[in-house]
């Protein structure tokens, strides 16, 4: 057992707590910034980045972190489905996901659905997705009724997936 020297004993004792709200707001800017580095050019992507804020500013009137922030907790679901097998046919069981992964999920729609309908990602694109998803329309609000619907229907599964599915 490794024993915990007094130096980092003095640096955890000096570590900085924040509060909730503040790390939820740094963990989905830094994600959602991350998903738009495309080829490693992160000066385009801090642009895209700065840009979206900017329009979103216009759009809403409010600090533009505070509603992307609400864009993406509306955007983010709480579960996701995983493809199983059993007796010849595949369905999805629903299973919870934790605090990064609801993060990173919600991130990764964003990004996904965007390039499923367009080729390449334009800020207006963003924007209006972000926007429509803070009133309850668009495409992400859509997948994740969908997923929901999908989880409702399959809930029955998660009972016998011990016994019928195995990893």
Avoid at 4 to 10: L, P, Q, V
Avoid at 68 to 86: E, G, H, K, Q, Y
Wanted: net charge positive; proline share 2%; glycine share 2%.
């Amino acid at each position: 057992m490794r024993r915990i020297s007094k130096i980092s004993r003095k640096k955890d004792n000096q570590r900085l707590y924040f509060d909730k709200f503040v790390q939820l707001w740094f963990n989905y800017h830094f994600l959602f910034f991350r998903s738009l580095i495309f080829r490693g050019l992160k000066l385009r992507a801090f642009n895209y980045f700065c840009k979206i804020k900017y329009f979103i500013k216009q759009l809403e009137f409010y600090d533009p972190s505070f509603v992307f922030l609400l864009c993406m907790l509306s955007i983010t679901p709480s579960l996701f489905l995983r493809s199983a097998n059993s007796f010849g046919s595949s369905n999805q069981i629903p299973f919870p996901l934790d605090y990064w992964k609801k993060i990173s999920f919600g991130c990764r729609w964003v990004i996904k659905l965007l390039k499923d309908t367009n080729r390449v990602i334009t800020v207006k694109s963003v924007v209006d997705l972000l926007v429509s998803s803070l009133y309850n329309k668009g495409l992400a609000i859509k997948k994740k009724q969908e997923v929901y619907k999908i989880a409702a229907l399959n809930s029955y599964l998660l009972k016998t997936k011990g016994r019928v599915f195995k990893r």
